[in-house]
């Protein structure tokens, strides 16, 4: 069965420095988004993407944060000057339609800022 | 704006117990429920939607729009049932936005 992949697993970076978290979403898969955990709190969303483009995003998704789709498999988010509250787990998922189909999540890349 | 509450942050029950794990939302449209399980060392996966009014791995849940809820329910709890359970809404379409908003999650643990 197809399965989004993420990497890296573990990403630890010093305070200022940019991250970029990377996903391979299903691959006929159209809606792409992610979201973050931060420890002990619920999962939020970010940022929702489709056909090249920003659909939907949230009010942590600020001009630190970017999306991309550099090629045809990969979704990138690049995190700028990190913060230590950046700490948190990151979600990529995948979705064919927007319209109620489920959400197919990555393992998660757990950033650490120290 | 929508909200989904999960009121208990873990919930520990005996093997063949019943199980309920309560979800609460607050939005006063039609939205479209949720259930995604995380079991240990796995990714996050949907396991059952209102719409699909469907029975998986034993589980039910039914909207009430009365109360607000979408509790998850099995009659018979099991060890394999152990893990941390999401309850999650989206607007759907008459709410315009079809992102699902989680609550913080209930663990579930099945004690043998």
């Known amino acids: 069965e197809p399965e989004v992949t993420q990497t890296p697993s573990h990403q630890v970076t010093q305070m200022g420095q940019e991250v970029i978290l990377r996903c391979v979403p299903i691959s006929n898969h159209l809606y792409f988004y992610w979201y973050r955990q931060i420890l002990g709190q619920k999962v939020e969303f970010l940022v929702s993407?489709?056909?090249?483009?920003?659909?939907?995003k949230s009010e942590i998704f600020d001009d630190q944060f970017s999306v991309e789709r550099p090629d045809g498999s990969n979704f990138t988010l690049k995190i700028r000057s990190t913060k230590l509250e950046d700490s948190a787990m990151y979600f990529c998922?995948?979705?064919?339609?927007?319209?109620?189909?489920?959400?197919?999540f990555g393992n998660g890349t757990r950033l650490t800022v120290t | 704006a929508q909200r989904v509450t999960q009121p208990e942050k873990l919930l520990s029950v005996f093997k063949g117990a019943p199980v309920e794990l309560k979800c609460n939302y607050s939005?006063?449209?039609?939205?479209?429920l949720f259930w995604y399980v995380q079991y240990s060392r796995q990714r996050l996966q949907l396991l059952l939607r209102h719409i699909s009014r469907e029975s998986i791995k034993g589980f039910t849940a039914d909207l009430n729009k009365g109360e607000t809820s979408f509790h998850l329910k099995k009659p018979f709890a099991q060890e394999e049932d152990s893990a941390m359970y999401y309850c999650a809404l989206t607007l759907g379409p008459s709410g315009g936005s079809y992102i699902p908003t989680f609550g913080r999650g209930t663990s579930l643990i099945v004690h043998p």
């Open positions: 993407f489709y056909n090249n483009e920003i659909s939907e």
């Open positions: 998922a995948s979705s064919e339609l927007i319209a109620g189909s489920p959400l197919h």
């Open positions: 939005y006063s449209g039609s939205p479209e």
